[in-house]
């Protein structure tokens, strides 16, 4: 296709123009330490040229360019500063040429203020090896800053850490994921030592309303910092009370150091943070690549990035991930500590929360040492618990658990190890985020067949293993259905977000449960047989766990819905009522969800509403379930059969 | 409370690095230093005020304030002279985690009193004379420490000093 004398040509030419353009251009372009050696930077041009660097993989890493969908490449990098070609963002091989050119000088560039050669480190690096740089042609600066950085990792390995999801924080829903630089000699004890890689979009702190809509459409910028680990501990595991999954990744020291370098340049780097797809475990995906060129890991994520999915990919290569470790959520240690006690000391742990009066009680002075040292840790976890996630806690719980501290401290006897056993296990294991569905069944006296896609990521009946117990979200799914009778096609439901978070409240946890569900479905209501039907409610109410079987939930909740359909009266109707319900394990495969509910109309339509439902799944394996659902309303009845498969 | 510690934290940080160069993107640069430290304890703070003043954001992931680990501000990076980093390494955990710390100290282990030896020079094989040390003396260190955490840091390293086991870590 391209015949050899053109190429020379061409790169003649190239070579001429930038001659040209290097003697006459003004002498600040050639940079602050005089001018580079113009016969030696066209050298270097010359040889990058003909080993096509600006087209190898590992250009396009450094500059985060992706390829677009018409040809040529777009960096996905927002911030000037990071290119020397002002054509950077869109022109390799410019980028290339500008780098070379950057490296003679001193100039202090990008946002970090330091000379090319040390605020593009991992760039300098890979070119020096490609290109064999003569130090004494193009001197090689002392980067000390970077060197003092560098060192203060002691870097030995990297570890991906995942802390799970959070319903009550919309940014949280999907879980978050981040890098932790193991120090050399670092032990299980010393691991919160270690410092992280961390992006994160930087929001304002008077962001307002505004902070969702802006957060999935790129409105923010997102930076790489680096916190201590223990501040990112505190943060989920103490405040926000998520479980952590830790990720020991098989690095070389050599591509631990790459992927550093990389880090580094990173930091005058920003980019058009995306909710859902240019996200915070994307551009560490990008980070990883970099440190081992052979991984293809963002290629792997079109539309959306789920931290989940990342944490999959990952687990998925062979050999990548050396070990996997856990580090439970304060309420969770509290439950499984529960757990371990028999009714009447777990109760009286609870009393010594609240009076401290029982710590010279009967039924705790006869109890051995080890037992004592153990419900008041329990007491002052619990004490902690409160302190922390309360918004402003009295000052009392903080004296309490004090007093509680002093007292265990009188025991002079170390506390024992406690081993947390997970509520939910680690996300590798749980099935694929998006979800696809064939199935059929009869709708009063007709039958239908139906395929059901969505997007994410997970409801009440779903297969638990992997996920945050007992909570749902639901994006983008939508259902067509043919009924044969009627011979109609139609868009049967079609939901565009249904969030639900049970808590089940003991002595211990009192948070409320609630639900946001905004779709649409089809019912059949006064004269009209299928009708589309808008709906929009909100519910907040409570559960409580149960142990009968293998683990049920009860729940009821308070709600309020508004409808919108042809169906009605007025076209509309706005109401009240509440739900009660029940999840059931039966077995690790079976599960079982039954829900009643009542609503009263008031306003537009005067009507009201009795459905009930019950829904069963059979886990076949990882990625595939069986369905049995059924629903009830008004003279309405819906069983739906469905093969469920996760992509 | 450890909310407000956090932001008070980060915030400061930030507040601190503006006084700097200010760059549009509002992430400053203050080039070398320990952004973080230096402005924890340049009046060695009573926290509680810290934290009421600095509540101004919540700790919500994407919102902490990130300046203050930006990879150009460089927590890390310090200019390393030695001494000077270590301790400013030490006060500034004893301050963040002071209320992990004064649990574990109670209950003689825990990983945050293993760090805190460890950034303390003290060996492995002395850890569990550390937390016992701790774990003796927690109703006077914690008094200390409510007021100030470096003050605590300070009264676990005279103990350390005149404790015989440790006579030999602190000569270090």
């Given at each position: 296709m391209n015949s050899k004398p053109y190429v020379f040509l061409a790169r003649r030419l190239y070579i001429a123009l930038l001659l040209f353009l290097l003697l006459f251009?003004?002498?600040s372009l050639a940079g602050a330490g005089g001018p580079p050696e113009h016969g030696y930077l066209v050298e270097l041009i010359d040889k990058a040229l003909q080993a096509k660097l600006a087209s190898e993989r590992e250009w396009h890493l450094l500059l985060h360019y992706r390829e677009n969908i018409f040809g040529g490449h777009t960096s996905e990098q927002d911030d000037p500063g990071f290119f020397m070609s002002p054509a950077g963002k869109t022109d390799p091989q410019a980028e290339l040429d500008a780098t070379l050119k950057q490296f003679f000088s001193e100039e202090l560039v990008g946002?970090?203020?330091?000379p090319a050669q040390c605020a593009f480190i991992a760039r300098y690096h890979w070119l020096q090896e490609r290109l064999q740089f003569d130090d004494s042609r193009l001197p090689k600066l002392a980067c000390e800053r970077f060197d003092r950085w560098f060192n203060d990792f002691e870097a030995h390995s990297i570890t991906l850490i995942f802390p799970s999801a959070f319903l009550n924080n919309p940014a949280s829903m999907f879980g978050h994921t981040f890098l932790r630089i193991d120090q050399k000699g670092q032990t299980e004890q010393t691991r919160i030592l270690a410092n992280t890689i961390n992006f994160a979009a930087y929001v304002p702190p008077d962001a307002g309303i505004a902070y969702p809509i802006r957060g999935i459409f790129g409105g923010y910028s997102g930076y790489f910092s680096t916190y201590p680990y223990y501040l990112k501990v505190q943060e989920y595991r103490d405040i926000e009370n998520r479980d952590i999954w830790e990720y020991r990744l098989n690095f070389t020291e050599h591509q631990v150091r790459r992927l550093l370098m990389h880090s580094w340049e990173m930091g005058n780097a920003a980019f058009d943070y995306f909710f859902f797809k240019e996200n915070c475990s994307y551009h560490l995906l990008a980070l990883l690549e970099y440190a081992d060129p052979t991984l293809h890991l963002t290629d792997e994520f079109l539309v959306w990035t789920v931290p989940a999915d990342t944490v999959r990919l990952i687990a998925s290569k062979p050999g990548l991930v050396s070990g996997i470790a856990y580090r439970p959520s304060r309420s969770n240690v509290i439950r499984r500590k529960r757990e371990a006690l028999p009714v009447g000391e777990r109760e009286l742990a609870h009393r010594i929360t609240q009076d401290l009066g029982e710590l010279t009680s009967p039924a705790f002075a006869q109890l051995d040492l080890k037992k004592q040292a153990f419900l008041l840790d329990l007491a002052s976890d619990y004490l902690r618990y409160r302190s922390e996630t309360a918004d402003s806690p009295p000052l009392e719980w903080k004296e309490r658990n004090r007093a509680v501290l002093t007292a265990r401290s009188q025991l002079r006897t170390p506390s024992e190890e406690f081993k947390v056993v997970p509520f939910a296990k680690q996300p590798e294991l749980g099935h694929k985020t998006s979800r696809a569905a064939v199935g059929g069944g009869w709708r009063n006296n007709d039958t239908f067949e139906e395929v059901t896609v969505r997007a994410g990521y997970h409801d009440l009946l779903d297969p638990e293993v992997g996920y945050t117990p007992d909570a749902q979200i639901e994006i983008a799914s939508v259902s067509l259905r043919h009924y044969n009778r009627m011979d109609q096609t139609r868009i049967e439901r079609a939901t565009l977000a249904n969030v639900l978070s049970l808590s089940p409240i003991d002595s211990v946890f009192h948070a409320p449960s609630w639900k946001l569900n905004v779709g649409m479905e089809t019912i059949k209501h006064n004269e009209c047989q299928l009708c589309s039907n808008g709906v929009m409610n909100v519910g907040i109410g409570g559960a409580m766990e149960s142990r009968l079987l293998k683990r049920e939930i009860l729940f009821a909740f308070g709600e309020a819905e508004a409808n919108h359909s042809r169906a009605y009266e007025e076209q509309h109707r706005i109401g009240g009522g509440g739900t009660v319900g029940m999840l059931v394990d039966v077995t690790d495969q079976w599960k079982i969800m039954a829900t009643g509910t009542y609503l009263k109309y008031g306003l537009g339509e005067q009507s009201d509403d009795v459905r009930w439902f019950v829904g069963s799944r059979y886990t076949v394996a990882q990625n595939w379930a069986l369905r049995l659902e059924y629903n009830h309303r008004d003279h309405d009845n819906d069983v739906l059969f469905s093969l469920q498969a996760f992509f | 409370m450890r909310k407000g510690l956090i932001i008070a934290l980060a915030v400061m940080a930030f507040v601190g690095t503006q006084v700097g160069i200010g760059f549009a993107m509002g992430i400053a640069d203050t080039g070398p230093g320990c952004g973080l430290g230096k402005e924890v304890w340049k009046n060695d703070p009573h926290t509680d005020n810290i934290g009421k003043q600095m509540l101004i954001s919540t700790t919500n992931n994407p919102i902490i304030p990130l300046q203050a680990f930006a990879i150009t501000t460089g927590t890390l990076g310090c200019k390393n002279s030695g001494k000077v980093w270590v301790e400013e390494r030490v006060n500034m955990f004893a301050f963040a985690n002071f209320e992990s710390l004064s649990q574990e100290m109670a209950q003689g282990q825990g990983e945050h009193l293993a760090s805190l030896a460890t950034l303390m020079g003290v060996l492995p094989e002395q850890h569990a004379a550390f937390f016992a040390m701790t774990q003796e003396r927690y109703s006077s260190l914690i008094k200390t420490g409510e007021a100030s955490p470096i003050a605590m840091v300070k009264a676990i390293n005279d103990a350390i000093a005149t404790h015989p086991v440790f006579a030999q870590a602190s000569a270090r």
């Open positions: 251009a003004p002498p946002r970090s203020n330091q | -």
